[in-house]
């Protein structure tokens, strides 16, 4: 079979978008939404981050994670503090850490949804193939 490249993109942007929408939809039961609990990932993950780094991390402009950043902030699940310069920190507060986890929980039962047609060969040879397409060396 000869894909064609549109076609390829197009199917890879549908499971993109169906995948999103799934866990937007679930995670607002643990009262989050994708993007927020996203951010909450990137902070968990590098506490101590400046919002350069985080926005870099979660695919978003730095004015748009300033926002989002902010209503976490205001919600009481993240803190920032002052660093070295004008750079801001970011951790997870307590109510964060817990929010974090919620949706972990979701996460995984939506994901294992959303990869159940495939089995573990084939998810195992995706990874490798996606994997490949976003490299930096493209290897």
Do not use: N
């Amino acid at each position: 079979m000869d894909a064609d490249l549109q076609t390829l993109g197009r199917a890879v942007k549908l499971a993109q978008y169906r995948q999103h929408r799934a866990l937007d939809s679930a995670l607002s039961a643990v009262g989050t939404t994708l993007a927020q609990w996203d951010a909450l990932r990137a902070v968990g993950r590098t506490p101590g981050a400046s919002a350069r780094e985080l926005a870099a991390a979660t695919f978003q402009s730095e004015q748009a994670f300033g926002t989002l950043v902010g209503r976490l902030a205001s919600q009481g699940l993240v803190e920032r503090t002052p660093g070295r310069g004008r750079r801001i920190e970011h951790r997870l507060t307590p109510a964060g850490e817990r929010v974090l986890t919620s949706g972990h929980q979701v996460a995984d039962e939506v994901l294992a949804s959303c990869f159940a047609p495939l089995s573990d060969d084939d998810r195992e040879r995706l990874l490798v193939l996606l994997r490949r397409l976003t490299s930096e060396d493209g290897a």
